[in-house]
């Protein structure tokens, strides 16, 4: 069973809306990462932090995403105003390292845009 | 810039018989290869890693060989399984001082049937 917790497990919002996912990454796990994994199976890196920090991002998390690793609370990313195109399994995964240690995903929040 | 390729959308086998997923990457510098493993709703984990000594890592049955002269790391197993179906993603990492991002292929389907 997966030790990355990722909730809620569904999300449903309409157009134009909000939507917020959490993940509370594995107990000891600094590097938190965010995928989107479409309705093709293809996995899209959105941002990842070490700790508090970010590490890298993609254009598209700068303009309409947000996302934080606060100390002590779960990590998040938030879309600020959701679109049809943002319907996916959103994944979130956490290793001990930045240098090539193994990934441990989430079971993933399915967003459904309407 | 990196990628990793999957040639293969969908491979289907009888039982028995033997698998093989191809992977084969670009990279600018020596990265550190995986195979991941999603089942119909579960969250991915990782089958395999490459070794930097050259090692075939091997688990539940499975093997692959980092060929670095061909670019490679193809998933190969003896004998297919039944509960072997399901999706497979080739990754690449990079072991030095970056954001440690690990970049997928577009993953292949494995149908084992009876």
């Known amino acids: 069973n997966s030790k990355v917790i990722q909730t809620p497990r569904y999300l449903v919002k309409g157009q134009g809306q909000k939507a917020k996912m959490r993940c509370i990454p594995e107990k000891g796990h600094p590097v938190v990462f965010w995928y989107q994994q479409n309705k093709n199976n293809e996995f899209k890196f959105l941002i990842n932090?070490?700790?508090?920090?970010?590490?890298?991002q993609i254009d598209m998390t700068e303009k309409r995403f947000s996302a934080e690793c606060p100390s002590n609370s779960p990590c998040s990313l938030e879309i600020q105003s959701s679109e049809a195109g943002d319907s996916a399994l959103y994944l979130c995964?956490?290793?001990?390292?930045?240098?090539?240690?193994?990934?441990?995903f989430g079971s993933g929040t399915r967003l459904t845009v309407l | 810039g990196d990628s990793v390729t999957q040639t293969e959308g969908l491979v289907t086998l009888t039982e028995g018989l033997p698998v093989m997923l191809n992977c084969t990457y670009q990279?600018?510098?020596?990265?550190?290869l995986f195979w991941y493993v999603q089942h119909l709703n579960e969250a991915p984990k990782l089958l395999l890693k490459s070794f930097t000594d050259n090692k075939r890592p091997e688990h539940q049955g499975f093997h692959a060989t980092l060929h670095k002269s061909s670019s490679s790391f193809h998933l190969q197993k003896s004998s297919a399984q039944l509960s072997d179906s399901a999706l497979y993603y080739c990754?690449?990492?990079?072991?030095?001082?970056?954001?440690?991002?690990?970049?997928f292929g577009h993953g292949t389907i494995l149908r084992v049937h009876p």
């Open positions: 990754a690449l990492r990079y072991t030095g001082a970056n954001t440690g991002k690990l970049t």
């Open positions: 990279s600018t510098y020596s990265p550190f």
């Open positions: 995964a956490s290793s001990l390292s930045r240098h090539a240690e193994t990934l441990y």
């Open positions: 932090f070490q700790n508090q920090e970010v590490l890298q």
